[in-house]
C-alpha cells in the first residue's frame, strides 16, 4: 500500500512525506530503486511526516521515491524449519539454505503478561559440575557469561548446547549482536563439526552493519526461542553475545535522532529498552527460555548506567578467567566471582548450600597458603592448614571436566555428573577421605565412583 514520498535522506534517516495513512511506530516501510528494495522502520512520526531508520545503506535513493508499507512488519520464519539456519537480524537467511514453507511472525508480537509467568521452575542441570555445583540455574534464569577471548567460552557454549538437548531433548537459540563476522563463521563452522548445528537456530547482527542491523537482532533471536518455548513445549538455551552491544546501537540511533542522551551519550529509554528484552525471557507452564548473555564492560567499569542496568536482571554469572585457563583448569571459571540466586538454603537445600560455603571458605584460605608456602615452604605449616592446602587443590583439579565437544581434540570421553554425585564426592574430599590419593588423578574426570581411589 503507498503511504507517502521520501523528502529526506542521510546515511541514518529518511523522512517521509506521508499520505493519510495510519502508520505506527514499528511499522516497516520501503522503496523500489533500480529493481532493489530498500526498507525502514518508523521511528518517529509528527504530523504528517515520519522518520524512518535505514535497514542498509542508502546508496542509489532519491528524493520522491514512492514509499510503501510491508505487510506483517518486522518478521522472522516461526515454524520446524529454524533450526540448523543462520538469519540476519531481519529474518532473512544468510547461509543459502531456503524454506520448504513459508510463515512469518512479527518480532515485537509476543509480550508475557504476569499470569503466564512461572517463577517456580525447575532447576536446570547442566552436567557440567563446577556451575552445577557454584552457579545451578533455574528454568526461565538470566545469566551473564564474562570471559574474554581464548578462554574457552566457545567451547562451554557448545557443551551446555549438547548437554541440556541430551538430557531434556530441546534445542538453543544463538544470538551474535555486533560482533566479528569470523566468529560467527567460526561459530557456524564448530557447530556443524560437531553435529550440533541442527539443534541450533543462529541470528546474526555482525560488527560491520549499521546501527539498526545491531539492534534488531535479539529481537529476531527471541522469536526464535519463544516459538521453541512456546509452540514445542521446550527449556530453551538462548546464547546472547553481546547484549551491551545492543545497548550501543540503539544509542547510535538516538543520537541520529537528536533525542537528549544521558550518562555517558546513553539514550534517555536505556531501562525500558533493556527490560523490554529482558522480561521476554522467561519461564511459562509449559517451557522456558534460559539465557546466557556475554556483556562488554566498558574501560572495566562496573557502576556504567549500561553495565549496571544490564546486570540488575540477572539472576547470576559465570566468569571466566584467563588466569585459571593458564593453570589448565577448564571450563575455566572464577569460583570466587561465579554466583547465582539459587545458592541458598530453601533453593538447593542446606547441605548444598553449606558445601559451596566450606569449598569456597577452603579456597579462599588455599590462595592465602600459596603465598606462605611459596616463601617459606610447606613445612611450615600447621596441620589444619596443610589439609587445607592440598585439599583444595583436589578440588580445584575435580572441578575440571572432559567435555563431549572436545572429544576429538582430548581423546577423553565426555562426561555428564549428576549433582548428587558432586555433592557426594565434594564432601568426600573435604572430609579427607582421599588425602592419600594424588591430586592430578583428579584431573578430567567424572565423579569418583568411577575410579578406584584410595580411601582412607
Known sequence: MLVGKLISISN????????????????????????????????????????AIPFENVIGLSRGLDVYEKEGGLS?????????????SYGTLIDGNSFEEVKTRNVYD????????????????????????????????????????????????????NNVYKGLRSNSVFVGIGERSREGKELYDEMLDGDLLD???????????????????????????????????????MFVDNIYRFVQANAEISAEMERMPIDNGY???LLSDIAEVEERINSTANGSITSFQ??????????????????SHFDGKIVLD???????????INVFNTTSKLIAVDKVGERHYKLVQEVIRYMSRYQELEEIVAVLGIEELSKEDYDIFYRSRKLRNYFTQPMFVAE???????????????????????????????????????????????RK
Open 408 to 454: 576429538q581434540f582430548t581423546n577423553i570421553p565426555g562426561k555428564f555428573v549428576k549433582i548428587e554425585d558432586v555433592l557426594d564426592d565434594v564432601e568426600a574430599i573435604l572430609a579427607g577421605k582421599y588425602d592419600t590419593t594424588d591430586e592430578n588423578r583428579f584431573m578430567y574426570i567424572g565423579n569418583l565412583h568411577d575410579y578406584k581411589f584410595s
Open 12 to 51: 541514518m534517516r529518511v523522512e517521509i512525506l506521508l499520505n493519510d495513512s495510519k502508520l505506527k511506530l514499528r511499522d516497516v516501510v520501503y522503496v523500489v530503486s533500480k529493481e532493489k528494495e530498500h526498507c525502514f522502520e518508523i521511528s518517529s512520526i509528527q504530523g504528517n511526516i515520519a522518520t
Open 110 to 161: 509476543r509480550s508475557m503478561s504476569l499470569e503466564e509467568i512461572n517463577i517456580d521452575g525447575d532447576i536446570l542441570w547442566t552436567g557440567i559440575k563446577v556451575i552445577d555445583f557454584f552457579a545451578p540455574m533455574q528454568k526461565g534464569f538470566k545469566m551473564g557469561l564474562l570471559g574474554g577471548a581464548g578462554v574457552g567460552k566457545t567451547v562451554l557454549i557448545k557443551e551446555l548446547i
Open 322 to 332: 584467563r588466569k585459571v585457563a593458564e593453570k589448565g583448569i577448564y571450563p575455566a
Open 76 to 88: 522472522i520464519q516461526y515454524n520446524d524449519e529454524i533450526l540448523g539456519k543462520v538469519f540476519d
Open 199 to 237: 539443534k541450533l537456530a543462529i541470528t546474526f547482527g555482525q560488527m560491520g552493519e549499521n546501527s539498526m542491523n545491531r539492534s534488531k537482532a535479539i529481537f529476531s533471536g527471541l522469536t526464535l526461542a519463544e516459538y521453541l518455548r512456546d509452540e514445542k513445549n521446550q527449556d530453551v538455551l
Open 267 to 269: 539514550p534517555s529509554t
Open 294 to 311: 556475554t556483556v562488554f564492560i566498558p574501560a572495566d567499569d562496573m557502576n556504567d548506567a549500561a553495565v549496571h542496568a544490564i546486570t
